[in-house]
């Protein structure tokens, strides 16, 4: 007979309070136990192993672009035993963690270059229009607003008043939405900058001279790499453990 475990035993055993293990049943993150005549909940192997998913999910919360939203999915449709599915959202949430880790090391290059005064060949590109640019960053059409309302981006019109992004345009947009993933404000980025706009390559020294040296748009991107590098290893370790369980369950 399998082994069974009450409320207080399997919070026990994955190291949490009791009234965790209840929340995490309300949220749906592991089924609903059978429960005794006396109203106890008895739980299984299955829910243990669970519980443990559902701690490894949350070890590292990465926020951006909806990669906890993800998360969430995952463990939901793990604790319906769709472990097919649920294999195949980790292994979508792995590939937009690496797309993100090649955006912050991308906006770290356009920095030095910018820093260095080197020749940059994006600024070279055709004028795009809203649509264009936010499909080719990835970058949504509300967020492109706001960013401009914001400051943080002064966008040239054409004479019919439609805008038109630059190839500076978009070195500028990689490195906003690089901060943006690594949860700054929008407060901070502008102090960082928002004197872009008047004048590139004098600006953004005057942005990156600041008090802290931990205020710097490039160290700011190596703490992001770092952070979606151990989400990254996270997410192996689940994906491992989806594929256990798809095994046992």
Request: charged share 30%.
């Amino acid at each position: 007979m399998a082994e069974t475990f009450r409320t207080s035993e399997i919070a026990a055993l994955i190291g949490v309070h009791p009234n965790t293990v209840r929340l995490y049943e309300e949220l749906e993150l592991i089924p609903k136990p059978e429960r005794l005549p006396n109203g106890y909940r008895v739980f299984t192997d299955f829910h243990l192993q669970q519980l443990r998913l559902v701690r490894l999910a949350f070890e590292i919360e990465v926020l951006q672009n909806g990669l906890r939203k993800k998360m969430i999915r995952m463990v939901k449709t793990a604790a319906e035993r769709d472990f097919d599915s649920a294999i195949t959202l980790i292994r979508e949430y792995l590939a937009q963690i690496d797309q993100e880790r090649h955006g912050a090391e991308e906006a770290i290059r356009i920095t030095r270059q910018i820093l260095s005064g080197a020749g940059q060949s994006d600024a070279f590109l055709p004028y795009l229009r809203r649509r264009e640019v936010s499909e080719a960053l990835d970058i949504s059409m509300d967020a492109l607003r706001n960013w401009e309302m914001n400051g943080l981006l002064s966008v040239k019109r054409k004479a019919n008043g439609y805008r038109i992004y630059t190839g500076e345009d978009l070195q500028r947009l990689k490195i906003i939405r690089a901060l943006r993933c690594a949860n700054y404000s929008l407060e901070a980025i502008l102090r960082m900058l928002g004197e872009l706009s008047q004048d590139p390559e004098a600006d953004i020294r005057k942005a990156l001279d600041t008090p802290s040296r931990d205020d710097t748009i490039i160290s700011v991107c190596d703490k992001l790499i770092s952070s979606l590098n151990a989400a990254h290893k996270n997410a192996v370790l689940i994906e491992n453990m989806l594929t256990d369980m798809k095994q046992r369950f």
